[in-house]
């Protein structure tokens, strides 16, 4: 049988590489990087010979401090002391060969310091070196006039120092640091011993007895009442020097320091805790890791740090913590050291993960397979048999290479023949047509651009400006653009695509211009800008066949600024979206030569990359990665292919996918390429999101499922234009939802358009409107199947039923109801009961966020005026969620001219305001019933809730219902509102609140305000008898109307301002615009 020794885990191991940062001690070890300069003494005596005159000036000064001075003096005339060399060094300091202020703080000391210190070690011994240091803790500097040390070539004079300073200042630097406790800890005992003897005589002061301290930290008396007295002192600058002597946690602890100021937090100070405190330094590595603000080679160092560490509370924390940024290499190397202590932990937390956490815990678990294999028989047969499960993918065999694909053995990009760029064609000239090619209701938009003026003369504003494509006052850039392309179109086409060329913030306008300038960008833009690949796809998908034709002289252009290899691109792009055929008849018009040029760089291979080969950072480590299996599931991907797979992965985006992302799919294990996927941007996320590969977000899109769309999710405000795209590549009805939610939100107004075009292009992909998809997939959380919610504690089970107003109702098997969830008992399984109250957890707060958002869909839905189709109805008002809300509120259905409101009764059938049961007809349409269409029958549905009890989720039967008046609706004044006073706050809830300049050349200051409403067929207008500010409003003030109207623009000018009557305006929209001004008002 064989004798598995057990491995030795409890020793703290130092790297060498963690040893140099560590500043030595005699209880340490750490020796042998610097020595005494043997010249230093001849040098620094040739510099007081220099400077001998300037000194003695110095310290004869009748402004210094006479003791001070007379010691410098003495020590010039040859009759040396420590106190006289402090004093000397510290003038020193101030001459030519040592005024080095750059470094002063530096942890080590200058080379300068260095030599000062090797000085008075030569010549007087240790001893007499380290007394000097301390003493010149206590001296202080002064000048006799301004300028101070960049008065000329001056040295100031010698004066003593506050024996209460509590910081260090230049000329009290402690000289070389390292050096002298290179010296000391290496000294023998009697030198030591004399070291110490003297080094107390110069301890009188608080910057003298920390100097003392830090010179000597194995001095541990010393250390702990320094620690004391600086922790009173509030001392925060000399507490960070002090750590360098910390031995033990009382010293900390007497220091009053939980963390490391992220400010000081170097590799020094972390390597210092590590060596001197061992595991107890975890408690401080892991409080200062919290620090939000850390960057990305402070939390490495921290981690690093907690890896070195022999403790179960080390490695488990690094276990746990692994998804963070910078933790998974620590916790792989901590894995490497402790092989059984990881695999005993892993063991413990693998049952409990989701799939993704597992799959990072497996690469942990392995980092060093043979280490593993020594520990696995040291484990108990649970512990070994979770292990096996775990790692059980990593164990499988090699893939021979016989049963890969040539991408994943030779993708194209490792050919080291470098491909021949085609010879340029001379002579080719586009098409000079310019055309505007607009998308449906993209004209309409860019047509209803204007000015930002209070009123206007519509025809001379845009004749004046024609071709002007500049940012104006009155006319941001990017509404200028669209406006001129919509108003003068193919004249400005060339102005407006030269000034996208460095605008790329509207560089969305390019789209639309069908122009030989516009299709150079595009070439240029191609492989150059990835930021504007979406718009240059956006370009080649509106203009196909007629879009290549333009783009053949750039793609065979000999001018370099052409970008031709970005045209030849984009022509192998339009090839894949129109076929070989198609690009090959566009170059027609260019003759022969030209079509055999198209014909040969359309045979290129498709998996050939349409720009560079992928580069993916270092981050990307195929051996920091999970395994992915053949499609057998028999046997894994080499690490070589693993390496091109990320290649791959690199090249593919949602809208550009790189072929040979199918040919992997056809070869391996789907699940196993997901899984693979997520790990790969984990690992991105852990190195920092380095900006040069955001890739590893895009290819999520390739191979996503719905736990995907979980990883994304939190995403969409941080990344949203990435985040929500990858979201739309994986399409499926989750990641629909999310895309929906975003666009429901007003507070991001770029992210929420985005979002609003994206749930557009889904729900055309599934043949439906946006409103009709998304109520198709509100989830039902499991309500359809109530046996499904049953809650397991493993010798007992509880139940959760959800009423009519989805209030959770909780029972336990005997059906006895009760308020909550128990506390788990002895004869429960405590996992079991978590997993359980997790749920129910989770369950009730799901259920409150999707009734607050279907709440607030429904709401919009009857001031919009949205329509359901019966079977649409019917859907929703089964629906266990949905329809819950559904059948509290009024409906009403129209057919022709008839139209009738009605509820869902008690029995689940339709009643009208009769409470007679009624049909809907498959052919009738159904909306919300807004008290403005109820007419008659509203105090009638009013009393039929009111004696059910029926509580609405909405604001519907008791909210208010107005109508235009006769001259209302006729002339679009609503002149019931002229003269009184509103409240500003509450019109702005109504209103945006816009400033508008009167006239060119006005400054921001001067500028009009006036609330506007963008309605159906034009604005709601109105205006303040007097002027008000643009800026400094306060939004509880009042302030008189004198004009309240309905026009089709917002153009105040009377020659152009175009009233819109009010009865143009549904009763729905009119009673929601008088309601609001209704209650900004107060009448007098």
Partial sequence: MTDHAVPQEDRLDI?????????????????????????????????????????????????????????????????????????????LRYTDRYRDWGNRGSRTGTPQDRELFSAWVIEFGLPFAVGAAIAGTGIAIGWDRPGGATAGDRIPYIAAGDPHANHWHGSRFIGALELSRELTSAAEEDEYDAVVALASTFRETLLQRAAAALLLPDETEWVASTCDELARAEATGLQHALWSSVGS???????????????????????????????????????????????????????????????????????????????????????????????????????????LDRTRLAVIVRSDPASLDAALPHLSDTERATIKDLTSEADMPTADAARLPQILIAPPWTNVRQAQDPEPLSGLEPPADIEIVWAPEEHERAMAVEPNYWDWDEDEFWDAIKG??????????????????????????????????????????LVPIRSAEAARIVADWFLRLKSMRPIVLDWLDRHGEAGATLLVPAAFSSTPKHRPAGGQAALRYLAGRLGNEAVVRSAERYGPEAVQRVEA????????????????????????????????????LPRSAVSHLIGILALST?????????????????????????????????????????????????????????????????????????????????????????????????????????????????????????????????????????????????????????????????????????????RDDADLAAAAKAR??????????????????????????????????????????????????????????????????????????????????????????HPALLGDELPAWNEIFNDYSILQPIDQLNRPAFA???????????????????????????????????????????????????????????DFRAGLPVTNRDIDEWHRLYSVRLMTTRNRDPKFAKPLRGDQLDPVTASELLAGLTAAVRHR
């Fill in 654 to 826: 949602p809208r550009l996918s790189y072929p040979g992302t199918d040919i992997v799919a056809d070869h391996c294990d789907a699940e196993s390429l997901t899984r693979f996927s997520h790990a790969l941007y984990q690992r991105w996320l852990s190195a920092g999101s380095p900006a040069s590969d955001t890739w590893a977000v895009e290819q999520l899109a390739r191979f996503g499922t719905d736990e995907t769309v979980a990883i994304l999710e939190p995403l969409v405000l941080t990344w949203p234009n990435y985040a929500l795209n990858v979201l739309a590549a994986i399409g499926t009805e989750a990641a629909y939802n999310v895309i929906y939610r975003m666009s429901r939100r007003r507070q991001f107004p770029v992210a929420t358009a985005l979002a609003r075009m994206l749930t557009e292009k889904l729900a055309a992909r599934h043949g439906e409107e946006v409103e009709a998809l998304a109520d198709r997939l509100v989830p039902d959380l499991g309500l359809s199947e109530p046996e499904t919610l049953a809650l397991d504690y493993g010798s007992r089970r509880f139940h959760v039923r959800f009423d009519e107003l989805l209030r959770p109702n909780l029972t336990d098997d005997a059906g006895k109801a009760r308020q909550r969830l128990p506390k788990p008992g002895v």
């Fill in 249 to 355: 946690v009382d010293h900390l602890e007497r220091l009053g320091r939980k963390t490391i100021e992220q400010a000081r937090l170097t590799e020094g100070e972390v390597a210092e805790l590590v060596c001197h405190l061992g595991v107890e330094a975890l408690p401080i590595l892991t409080k200062t890791l919290k620090y939000k603000s850390l960057d990305s080679a402070q939390r490495t160092m921290l981690v690093e740090g907690i890896a070195l560490l022999p403790s179960d509370e080390a490695t488990a924390l690094l276990i746990d913590r692994s998804g963070e940024p910078q933790v998974l290499p620590a916790a792989m190397r901590a894995a490497a050291r402790f092989p059984l202590r990881t695999a005993k932990i892993a063991a413990d937390r693998a049952p409990k993960l989701a799939p």
């Fill in 964 to 1022: 235009f008046t006769e001259e209302e609706a006729a002339t679009g004044r609503l002149t019931r509102f002229e003269g009184l006073e509103a409240h500003t706050g509450v019109l702005q809830d109504l209103m945006e609140c816009v400033g508008r300049l009167a006239a060119p050349g006005e400054w921001a200051s001067d500028m009009r305000w006036g609330p506007e409403r963008k309605i159906p067929g034009g604005y709601l207008l109105a």
């Fill in 15 to 91: 790297p060498p590489e963690w040893a140099a940062k560590v500043l030595p001690r005699r209880s340490n070890g750490a020796r042998g990087r610097f020595e005494l300069d043997p010249d230093a003494s001849a040098l620094v005596r040739e510099q007081i010979e220099k400077f001998r005159s300037e000194l003695v000036s110095a310290l004869e000064k009748t402004s210094g401090d006479p003791d001070l001075a007379g010691a410098g003096l003495d020590f010039l005339d040859g009759k040396p002391s420590p106190t006289g060399a402090a004093v000397v060094t510290v003038l």
């Fill in 468 to 509: 002007d494509i500049l940012n104006r006052p009155d006319l941001a850039l990017e509404a200028g653009i669209w406006g001129q392309l919509a108003r003068n179109g193919a004249p400005v086409a060339d102005a407006v695509a030269e000034r996208l060329r460095t605008k790329h913030k509207y560089a969305g306008a």
């Fill in 601 to 636: 760089l359309l045979d290129i291979d498709p998996l050939v990359p349409l720009g560079e080969a992928p580069n993916p950072g270092a981050w990307a480590d195929p051996d920091l990665l999970p395994p992915v299996l053949l499609k057998e599931r028999d046997a894994v």
């Fill in 840 to 929: 129910y957890q989770g369950l009730t707060k799901d259920i409150e966020r999707i009734v607050t958002e279907q709440a607030d869909r429904l709401d919009d839905a009857m001031c919009n005026g949205r329509t359901w189709s019966v079977p649409q109805f019917r859907l929703i008002a089964r629906h266990p969620v949905l329809g819950s809300l559904v059948n509290r509120l009024v409906w009403q259905a129209e057919l022709g001219e008839t139209r009738f409101g009605f509820r869902t009764a008690e029995d689940g059938g339709l009643a009208d305001v009769h409470e007679r049961l009624v049909e809907l007809p498959e052919a009738a349409t159904v909306r919300l019933a």
